[in-house]
Nanobody, 125 residues
């Protein structure tokens, strides 16, 4: 069983920063890619960023490049630093795990087998 758990969301003013964290619990040691997605009210879930199992590769959506930084703390924990927050960043942010580390990092939700419950990020103007 693989269970991602997000933390770090909250209410912040535009221009502020947040650090989201994803801690993945597993019954056995394993390697996996980790991705972040977000979903705003009335919109489809969209890719934000991803990092490979060994932190050798990262991928970002164009809309967040330069403001978001994904990093791997250890095999089971990934952070997402969000700077210069904008009201349009308001969404539920989800952590997802791809347990096939030999695959390329991808932006498609279907590539990720396990998902967390999400953490709310609200940016006030």
């Amino acid at each position: 069983q693989v269970q991602p758990v997000e933390s770090g969301g909250g209410l912040v003013q535009a221009g502020g920063s947040l650090r989201l964290s994803c801690a993945v619990s597993t019954l056995t040691a394993r390697t996996f890619h980790t991705g972040w997605f977000r979903q705003a009210p009335g919109k489809e879930r969209e890719f934000v960023a991803a990092i490979s199992w060994n932190a050798g590769r990262t991928s970002y959506a164009d809309s967040v490049k330069g403001r978001f930084t994904i990093s791997r703390v250890n095999a089971n924990t990934v952070n997402l630093e969000i700077n210069s927050l904008k009201p349009e960043d308001t969404a539920v942010y989800y952590c997802a795990v791809d347990i096939n580390p030999w695959t390329e990092l991808g932006p498609q939700p279907s590539q990720y087998e396990y998902w967390g419950q999400g953490t709310q990020v609200t940016v006030s103007s």
